[in-house]
């Protein structure tokens, strides 16, 4: 097995394993979705508690994620 290293010597996940788990992820999602017939259960206010709950995390996301200081030897 290939043991990946950033130039600062931190390993990092290939590019490959992360595509492969979002596509896994996406399709196991759907078929979740429409075996529990989940979208059916939600009304107007639910959709409208998860998009304001999904552009609080990606706010948030970019806040914390631009806060994280990894030092570089350059």
Do not use: E, Q, R
């Amino acid at each position: 097995m290939i043991y990946m290293v950033h130039h600062i010597g931190v390993p990092y996940t290939p590019t490959y394993v992360v595509i492969i788990y979002s596509i896994v992820a996406i399709i196991l999602a759907i078929i979740l979705i429409y075996k529990t017939k989940a979208l059916k259960k939600f009304n107007t206010l639910d959709y409208v508690y998860m998009g304001i709950g999904g552009a609080i995390v990606a706010i948030l996301d970019h806040i914390v994620g631009d806060s994280i200081f990894i030092p570089s030897p350059f």
